[in-house]
């Protein structure tokens, strides 16, 4: 069984890690990687971006495996004295300054806790919500069958349980805890939350547009399996109410406040050590 997906959801919140920051997630050749040594890596993702590996196991065993193969080549570089060529060395320094300078840029454009407050972001929203336009989206829940080594006993199963579910549509979320291979929508009774229409792989969009409210499709096959997809709710396209993008506005209010901060900041240094370009000299450097 391959324990990576099971490991990496654990940071991501969807249940708690069976093993501690040191639990050895796979080995490069004679070195051992590690949850430590893996986390970092998602922490740098955006949140949306953690969320779509959360939803798609196979896409976070695909980042955890090319998390694997650059340490190989790290390996491999490392052994071969890559980093200690003179050149190796000066470009690891640019790198080592490049992130001083964002990371103390970070530092000091960071906005208050505060901000910004609910007025703030009503206002903002009255301002732009003519362009505030969301697309047609699905609330989905889904039983997740995966194929395997064996495809035609995953479709077996898949067929059985939407007989099971024709004549008892009410128990979806309890054969989904019991049933679906999706073991992080399978925790929450195969909630998937709410999806974008362009979000939704084509042939799962296509097997949802033609259901209503309530309704459940049949086996849907996938690249890895079957789904079973159950559709909770249906919102058009259309005008994003405040409730649906507030997190979004207060996120861009907060970036551009920083922005300001950094900026500002930048501005008070350069008034302390102007700087000059000596436009004559430029062509010595071509």
Known sequence: MNLLPTI?????GLFPAAGTADTVVAKVGQREVTVSDVKPFLDALAPADRAAL??????LAGFVRSILVRQAVLQDATGAGWDKKPETVAGLERLRDQYLVESYLAE?????????????????????KERLQLPRRYKLSQ???????????????????SGTLKDEPGEFAALAKRNSDDTASAAR????????AE??????????????????????????????????????????????????????LRNQRAA???????????????????????????
């Open 54 to 59: 959360a939803a798609d196991k196979e896409a």
């Open 108 to 128: 000091v454009g960071k906005v208050p806790d505060g901000f910004p407050s609910d007025e703030e972001i009503e206002k903002a929203y009255e301002a732009e």
């Open 143 to 161: 039983i997740f069958i995966a194929q395997g080594e064996d495809k035609e006993a995953a479709r077996k199963k898949a067929a059985e349980l």
């Open 199 to 252: 979000d939704i792989t084509p042939a799962i969009r296509t097997a949802v547009a033609g259901l209503s409210k309530g309704q459940i499709s049949a086996p849907v096959e996938g690249r890895s399996g079957f789904h079973l997809l159950m559709v909770e709710d249906i919102r058009p396209a259309g005008p994003a109410s405040l409730e649906e993008v507030k997190d979004q506005l207060a996120a861009a």
């Open 189 to 196: 009774g195969g909630d998937l939350g709410w999806l974008a």
């Open 260 to 286: 300001l901060n950094r900026e500002s900041h930048v501005a008070s240094l350069l008034q302390k050590n102007p700087v000059s370009v000596n436009e004559l000299a430029l062509d010595s450097l071509k």
């Open 8 to 12: 990496v959801l654990a940071f991501l």
